[in-house]
């Protein structure tokens, strides 16, 4: 009973302090991926900067044609806008998804049943979209959990082991006075006092002595 006593406050109070920290983590991680879009929206921006200009009479290219490489998995489109009407997307990740419905700022997309973690940024008639799936967030979130399940796990297996042994180590005692107890000896011979036990059982001893 004291070992399951014991072991159940440690799992209580073990386990509300990993969520806690699992949480904190999670939030934390979430806040660096999203300063990561934004990061690279701007990245993207300073680069746009550097383009050379098209001549009026040049002809569009093909959005296709135009490619942005990902980094870190980070899906970009750069597109152009005037008047809140599409004009032609310049570039876009290979691969990734249209962002032409992403709202400004941090969001959310769906598209073909994929999630995603989006950022705009607007420069001039200049629309910047980075994204990244939230599937991808959540598997490494539960990385995270699992590198702080496992030692918890393996200390709370360990330390109930060693709890074990040590409430049998604490418990032997008694069982040498019970075992006195019931040996065949009269009772005016019997002397439990003599007992080796700890200091703390020893008026328990001299009692029993006394009676």
Partial sequence: RLLALLGLTWLLLGGTMMIWMYHRAADQLDEALDSRLAASANMVARLITQWPQPQADAPLKDPASIDVLARDGVACEVSEWRAEVLTRTLARTPGSPKLQA??????????????????????????????????????????????????????????????????????????????????????????????????????????????
């Avoid at 979130?141 to 040590?166: H, I, S």
């Avoid at 604490?170 to 036990?197: F, H, I, K, N, Y």
Wanted: a neutral charge.
């Fill in 102 to 211: 992403a709202a400004d700022g941090l969001g959310y997309l769906d598209q073909k049943g994929v999630r995603w973690r989006t950022y705009v940024l607007e420069q001039g008639d200049l629309r910047i979209a980075t994204a990244d799936r939230l599937d991808l967030r959540d598997s490494l979130k539960r990385e995270v959990a699992l590198t702080a399940l496992l030692p918890f796990g393996v200390c709370l297996l360990a330390g109930l082991g060693l709890l074990w042994l040590g409430i049998g180590q604490g418990l032997a005692p008694l069982e040498r006075v019970r075992r006195l107890l019931t040996a065949d000896v009269p009772l005016q011979r019997l002397d439990v006092s003599q007992a080796r036990v700890p200091r703390e059982l020893q008026p328990f001893t001299q009692t029993i002595d006394g009676l």
